[in-house]
């Protein structure tokens, strides 16, 4: 019996089906060298699921596509994630690698052909920031990732991509209560399995001023700058790869002000202000 109101996509509802159960470990390790700021820290998780419920999909002629739940044979999965930072004192800089990925095997039925799919998703990134910050902080990285899904019938729906990101922080205090800060992110998306490769830059800033003993706070800041006005996300599920744009609303300035009820200067606090009233011009 149909449980929903979409006639070219019904979903059954299964009597029959038996709850999943999944197993896991999970393994912590993490190192700091207290004399040489160096530390390292790394999470293994692996997980075994019996009786996994997926949805099995029958497409007929006129292209309706019924969905029902089922159990399969066990699913498994393998995820990891590190990061190790330390400071290079040549350069004055703070060095971070950080990484892992995942890896499971999953089994799909489409058309009562049961397909055994294998998913991978390894990720690697190095991040850099100047170790002397009183006046000018600098932050910059690059991430790449990468999605393969292989099927063991249909072997030309197999699908990859890769993305590249690259990122900057930069904070200047100019002294007197002025201060600058921005941030960019550039984006490469590529085009192995989609239509065409994409890059997408956001680069947002603000220029701020402390008044009145650091009480009260005048920011002007400018949002997506180069008015890129869209946001890109790609996914990979068993049967599928997507594409998401979500439309922004382009570039934009938001005057604020912000006031300090608290005698407590924002070191004193930790960063975390107290309730404050604020007003906000477009």
């Known amino acids: 019996m149909s449980t929903t109101p979409d006639p070219l996509n019904p979903y059954q509802g299964n009597p029959a089906l038996k709850p999943e159960y999944a197993h896991s470990v999970?393994?912590?390790?993490?190192?700091?060298?207290n004399f040489n700021f160096r530390n390292f820290f790394a999470f293994?998780?692996?997980?075994?699921?019996?009786?996994?419920?997926?949805?099995?999909?029958?497409?007929?002629?006129?292209?309706?596509?019924?969905?029902?739940p089922i159990n399969t044979n066990n699913q498994q999965?393998?995820?990891?994630?590190?990061?190790?930072?330390?400071?290079?004192?040549?350069?004055?800089?703070?060095?971070?690698?950080?990484?892992?990925?995942?890896?499971?095997?999953?089994?799909?039925?489409?058309?009562?052909?049961?397909?055994?799919?294998?998913?991978?998703?390894?990720r690697?990134?190095?991040?850099?920031?100047?170790?002397?910050?009183?006046?000018?902080?600098?932050?910059?990285?690059?991430?790449?990732?990468?999605?393969?899904?292989q099927y063991s019938v249909n072997t030309t729906q197999n699908a990859s991509y890769l993305t590249h990101v690259l990122r900057s922080n930069l904070l200047l205090n100019f002294g007197k209560g002025w201060n600058l800060d921005s941030d960019i992110n550039h984006t490469i998306y590529t085009?192995?399995?989609?239509?065409?490769?994409?890059?997408?830059?956001?680069?947002?800033?603000?220029?701020?001023?402390?008044?009145?003993?650091?009480r009260l706070t005048a920011k002007l800041r400018a949002a997506d700058i180069f008015n890129a006005g869209q946001g890109i996300s790609r996914s990979a599920?068993?049967?599928?790869?997507?594409?998401?744009?979500?439309?922004?609303?382009?570039?934009?300035?938001l005057f604020s002000l912000t006031y300090r009820l608290s005698g407590f200067s924002p070191n004193q606090t930790g960063g975390q202000g107290p309730p404050r009233m604020m007003m906000i011009r477009n």
Request: aromatic share 12%; net charge negative.
């Open 237 to 253: 599920g068993d049967t599928y790869v997507e594409e998401v744009t979500t439309n922004g609303i382009g570039r934009y300035f």
């Open 191 to 214: 085009g192995e399995t989609f239509a065409e490769a994409v890059d997408l830059t956001l680069f947002n800033a603000s220029l701020s001023k402390r008044l009145f003993n650091d």
């Open 124 to 149: 690697m990134g190095l991040e850099l920031e100047n170790t002397n910050n009183k006046y000018i902080s600098l932050m910059a990285a690059y991430e790449a990732s990468y999605s393969e899904n």
């Open 26 to 33: 999970n393994i912590r390790y993490s190192f700091f060298d």
């Open 77 to 122: 999965n393998a995820s990891l994630n590190f990061t190790y930072s330390s400071p290079i004192r040549a350069l004055k800089v703070k060095a971070r690698v950080f990484g892992g990925g995942s890896v499971t095997q999953s089994i799909n039925f489409v058309n009562t052909i049961e397909n055994e799919v294998i998913t991978l998703s390894p």
């Open 44 to 68: 293994l998780n692996l997980r075994y699921t019996k009786d996994k419920i997926i949805t099995a999909q029958t497409i007929n002629n006129n292209l309706i596509t019924t969905s029902l």
